[in-house]
C-alpha cells in the first residue's frame, strides 16, 4: 500500500490537485456533497475531450474530474485512483485505450476482441473491469440522425486503425456492413483486418463508399493536415467524424464542401453517455452480467 508521501506525489503528478480546487468551489456554489462519487476521465491531452461537459447530466450525483495523464504515469494513476473508496471508476480517451487493457483484470467481450477499452471500473471483488462503448455509441448515433441508413448493406471505409477503429469496425461488421480500413501506418491497419474478421485492408481508394469514418487524431488542430485525399468523398457518401472538439473538422469541412452528408462525433459521444453511467453505477451483480459481459 502506498505511503502518504507516495500518494500525494502521485496526486500532484496526476494533475488532481488544481481540481481539489474546483471541487470546494463547485460544492459552496451548488451543494456538492462529501459523500459524492468520483469519476474521473483520462487522456493525453484531456482537453479536447467534450465528455466532462455532458457527462454530469447522467451522473447528477458525481463528481467527474478530468485529468490529463502522460503514458508514462497511466499504470500510477489508475492504482493511485482505485484507491479511494468512492472512486467508481474511468473514462478513457485517446491515446490511452489500448495501453489500459493491460491494467485491467477483466474485459468485456468487446473490450477484449477488439484490444480496447474506454471505460474501467471496480467491481465488488475489488477487480478492474475494463468495457468498451464506443462502437455501439458511433452505430447508435448514426442510427437516431440517419434511421434508415443502416437498414441496407453498406460499404464503409475507416480512416485509422486505433482502438476507437477497431471497437467502430467491430460493430459494423457485427451488424451487416462491409468494412475496410485504411492507416498511415501499413501495418496498423493490417493488425486491425487480422484482428476483427471480415474487415479488409484497402489497398486502393476511390470514390464509392457509402460509409466514410474519420477515426485518427487529426483534427484537433486547425493546422492538422486532411487525413485522406478528398477526392474520394463525393454523394452521397455518408462522411463521419470521431472527433467531437472541435465540432467541425478539417475532414467534415471538405466533405461540406464537395456536397457529402457529415455526421460529426459527437453523436457517437451522445449515443453511449447513459451505457457509460450505467456500466459505473450499477451494482448489483445479475444485472452487470447481463448487461455487459
Known amino acids: 500500500m502506498a505511503s502518504p508521501p507516495r500518494v500525494c506525489g502521485l496526486l500532484v503528478a496526476s494533475g488532481v490537485v488544481a481540481f481539489f480546487f474546483l471541487i470546494r468551489r463547485r460544492r459552496r456554489d451548488d451543494g456538492i456533497s462529501p459523500r459524492a462519487r468520483v469519476v474521473a476521465i483520462i487522456g493525453d491531452p484531456v482537453g479536447v475531450t467534450r465528455t466532462s461537459l455532458v457527462f454530469p447530466r447522467y451522473t447528477p450525483k458525481a463528481v467527474l474530474i478530468p485529468l490529463d495523464v502522460p503514458a508514462s504515469k497511466l499504470a500510477t494513476t489508475l492504482r493511485g485512483l482505485f484507491g479511494a473508496r468512492n472512486f467508481d471508476g474511468l473514462v478513457v480517451t485517446k491515446p490511452h485505450k489500448e495501453n489500459v487493457v493491460a491494467l485491467c483484470d477483466r474485459l468485456s467481450s468487446v473490450a477484449r476482441s477488439v484490444g480496447a477499452v474506454n471505460c474501467v471500473r471496480r467491481c465488488r471483488d475489488g477487480l478492474l473491469y475494463g468495457a468498451n462503448f464506443d462502437g455501439a455509441g458511433f452505430v447508435e448515433g448514426l442510427r437516431k440522425r440517419y434511421p434508415a441508413f443502416l437498414d441496407a448493406p453498406r460499404t464503409c471505409l475507416l480512416v485509422g486503425a486505433g482502438g476507437a477503429a477497431r471497437a467502430i469496425a467491430r460493430e459494423l461488421v457485427a451488424t451487416g456492413h462491409r468494412v475496410r480500413v485504411t492507416n498511415r501506418t501499413l501495418a496498423r491497419a493490417t493488425d486491425l483486418a487480422a484482428a476483427i474478421p471480415g474487415v479488409e485492408v484497402a489497398t486502393t481508394l476511390e470514390p464509392g463508399y457509402d460509409l466514410v469514418v474519420q477515426c485518427t487524431s487529426l483534427g484537433h488542430s486547425p493546422d492538422d493536415?486532411?487525413?485522406?485525399?478528398?477526392?474520394?468523398?463525393?454523394?452521397?457518401?455518408?462522411?463521419?467524424?470521431?472527433?467531437?472538439?472541435?465540432?467541425?473538422?478539417?475532414?467534415?469541412?471538405?466533405?461540406?464542401?464537395?456536397?457529402?452528408?457529415?455526421?460529426?462525433?459527437?453523436?457517437?459521444?451522445?449515443?453511449?453517455?447513459?451505457?457509460?453511467?450505467?456500466?459505473?453505477?450499477?451494482?448489483?451483480?445479475?444485472?452487470f452480467n447481463r448487461l455487459f459481459t
Open 225 to 287: 493536415p486532411l487525413p485522406i485525399d478528398p477526392s474520394i468523398l463525393v454523394p452521397p457518401t455518408l462522411c463521419a467524424e470521431i472527433i467531437m472538439n472541435p465540432p467541425q473538422t478539417r475532414f467534415l469541412e471538405a466533405a461540406r464542401n464537395r456536397g457529402c452528408r457529415c455526421h460529426a462525433g459527437r453523436h457517437m459521444l451522445d449515443a453511449q453517455l447513459q451505457l457509460l453511467a450505467t456500466f459505473l453505477a450499477t451494482t448489483d451483480d445479475h444485472v
